[in-house]
Nanobody, 119 residues
């Protein structure tokens, strides 16, 4: 059974940075990708990017290039999303998802973690 557990959300001041983690279990091989998504209040969910576990190749959505960094923690099935220079419009519930490839609708989802950017 595939399971994703997220951690790292919270309240951050504008201009600050934050690191979210997504721990994945249940896959029997490394042939899968972990994606990051967010949904702000009143808006549709948007994809941020994804990382292939087999080779650590990362893809970003054009809208978040530059402030968002996706990486994999060495030696384990955990992916991270670092956000720098946070803005109030980054306030959202952030989700990770996993599937055999990068997907807008991954088969497995984490529970989501709230990120609030406010002074």
């Amino acid at each position: 059974q595939v399971k994703l557990v997220e951690s790292g959300g919270g309240l951050v001041q504008p201009g600050g940075s934050l690191r979210l983690s997504c721990s994945v279990s249940g896959f029997t091989s490394d042939q899968y990708a972990i994606g990051w998504y967010r949904q702000a209040p009143g808006k549709a969910r948007e994809g941020l990017g994804c990382i292939f576990i087999s080779d650590n190749q990362v893809f970003y959505d054009e809208s978040v290039k530059g402030r968002f960094t996706i990486s994999r923690d060495d030696g384990n099935n955990t992916a991270s999303l670092e956000i720098s220079h946070l803005r109030t419009e980054d306030t959202a519930v952030y989700y990770c998802g996993a599937d055999r490839g990068c997907s807008a609708t991954p088969a497995w989802w984490g529970q989501g973690t709230q990120v609030t950017v406010s002074s």
